[in-house]
T-cell receptor, first 111, second 117 residues
Framework: EDKVVQSPLSLVVHEGDTVTLNCSYEVTNFRSLLWYKQEKKAPTFLFMLTSSGIEKKSGRLSSILDKKELFSILNITATQTGDSAVYLCAGRPNTGNQFYFGTGTSLTVIP | NAGVMQNPRHLVRRRGQEARLRCSPVKGHSHVYWYRQLPEEGLKFMVYLQKENIIDESGMPKERFSAEFPKEGPSILRIQQVVRGDSAAYFC???????????????FGPGTRLTVT
């Protein structure tokens, strides 16, 4: 059964800390992995990763994929209170149309 | 350049009533996905539709739930005879289609929060 597992389930840090969010996946005929940020609304797209070892970066956020070990990490440096959200990762297979989402990591950044 | 629109944003129904959730995709997108997010759970795929066709409904409950995406107008997710367990946030996403090399993404709407009393 295809699945995506995220850890930790929740995280509380102070502003300025660096955090690493983990996502492991088992997706048949894996094609890509996506990261989303969900606040009190719909998920917003962060990254899509298809190749192993190539870091994607956007401001203080970065992500990388390891297709051998079947996981991805999302790093956030110098966290701010605005980073507080649930971070979702999703695996997409090469065939079929489902995106398999993890349950998310709830990040709280306190001032 | 409007994104995915969903309405209503909040819907309250009594047990046994029908709920209709609407989704208007990004202009030009012909692929629509519906997801359900239960409290404390991740997004669960329900159904994937193209114009006038259901492509994959493997995530849909077998009874009471149906979806359509007509040639004209929004996609509709319909839940008949709602029960308390149907209370959830329902998200719609659209995409332009299956891109080459997996380069496309899904654009999500703001969701409809259904509460069944």
């Amino acid at each position: 059964e295809d699945k995506v597992v995220q850890s930790p389930l929740s995280l509380v840090v102070h502003e300025g800390d660096t955090v690493t969010l983990n996502c492991s996946y088992e997706v048949t005929n894996f094609r890509s992995l996506l990261w989303y940020k969900q606040e009190k609304k719909a998920p917003t797209f962060l990254f899509m990763l298809t190749s192993s070892g190539i870091e994607k970066k956007s401001g203080r956020l970065s992500s990388i994929l390891d297709k051998k070990e079947l996981f991805s990490i999302l790093n956030i440096t110098a966290t701010q209170t605005g980073d507080s959200a649930v971070y979702l990762c999703a695996g997409r297979p090469n065939t079929g149309n489902q995106f398999y989402f993890g349950t998310g990591t709830s990040l709280t950044v306190i001032p | 350049n409007a994104g995915v629109m969903q309405n209503p944003r909040h819907l309250v129904r009594r047990r046994g009533q029908e709920a209709r959730l609407r989704c208007s995709p990004v202009k030009g997108h012909s692929h629509v996905y519906w997801y359900r997010q239960l409290p404390e759970e991740g997004l669960k795929f329900m159904v994937y539709l193209q114009k006038e066709n259901i492509i994959d409904e493997s995530g849909m409950p077998k009874e009471r739930f149906s979806a359509e995406f007509p040639k004209e107008g929004p996609s509709i997710l319909r839940i008949q005879q709602v029960v308390r367990g149907d209370s959830a946030a329902y998200f719609c996403a659209s995409s332009p289609g299956l891109g080459q090399g997996g380069t496309y993404e899904q654009y999500f709407g703001p969701g409809t929060r259904l509460t069944v009393t």
